[in-house]
């Protein structure tokens, strides 16, 4: 059964993955008159996403600003109605070895990947959670199942929203809300070119946002991971025993 989203907001559509998502499902067959709102801080790029698309609207956010986020949920649901569908992509991403350990770059991580998520769920949750319905996909990533070689600062967030989504999952049944966890592996956008290494089963911003789009649309699992043949390698690595797991990231990080 295809589900229908009448009003579909994304958080993090100013490029990668969000942008795509955004486009596809403005370009959805199946609803006549569904609204897509796109938000990110960088509002140009908005704009030119939305230029020419009288069903899409560009709402500016930066989602490490409490009051900002609460005022954009406002706004949108006084002239759309609050969003069917809210797609959390917002986040940053840069590497970082041992020999550059930085509490400011963890702290900025920090900051937009998982307390920026956290500052959309607050006013979302409780929304929803008063109609009775409502859908939410928070995105994390598969760098978040365990501990990798240079992602000192961009893991634990993603690990921290991932751990947070599968509690908020459980309490949230039967509340007419579904809390939904988006682990996508390697992508190629403008995040991923900072990094140095070969990136295995690297995947366009297409083939991830025709992954999700199905997914969402299609079905009601907890978990949207993806490429699924890489997905499985690592759900396999994060049950080995620590000293089997340790040897294989040496090998990793001498590569």
């Not at 990798?148 to 634990?156: F, K």
Request: charged share 25%; with cysteine; glycine share 6%.
């Amino acid at each position: 059964m295809i589900k229908s989203f009448k009003t579909i907001w994304i958080v993090g559509a100013s490029a990668g993955i969000g942008a795509t998502l955004a486009e596809k499902f403005q370009n959805s067959p199946t609803d006549s008159g569904q609204k897509v709102i796109v938000s990110a801080r960088n509002a140009d790029s908005l704009q030119k996403l939305a230029d020419g698309k009288p069903d899409m609207k560009a709402v500016p956010l930066d989602i490490t600003d409490v009051d900002a986020v609460k005022a954009a949920v406002e706004a949108i649901e006084d002239e759309f109605g609050l969003p069917d569908l809210v797609v959390l992509a917002a986040g940053i991403y840069s590497p970082m070895a041992v020999g550059a350990f930085s509490a400011a770059t963890i702290r900025d991580h920090v900051e937009t990947n998982y307390m920026g998520i956290v500052n959309c769920l607050e006013p979302l949750l409780a929304k929803m959670r008063a109609r009775k319905s409502g859908e939410i996909a928070v995105m994390a990533s598969v760098a978040g199942y365990r501990g990798l070689p240079n992602a000192g600062a961009y893991g634990p967030t993603k690990a921290a929203l991932i751990n947070l989504c599968e509690t908020l999952h459980a309490e949230l049944e039967g509340s007419g809300v579904l809390l939904r966890l988006v682990n996508p592996g390697f992508v190629k956008t403008r995040l991923t070119e900072k990094n140095d290494f070969d990136m295995p089963h690297l995947q366009t911003p297409q083939q991830a946002a025709d992954f999700m789009y199905r997914e969402l649309c299609e079905s009601n699992d907890f978990e949207i991971a993806f490429p699924p043949a890489f997905v499985r390698q690592l759900k396999l690595a994060r049950i080995l025993p620590y000293r089997m797991y340790f040897k294989l990231m040496r090998k990793m990080v001498k590569k």
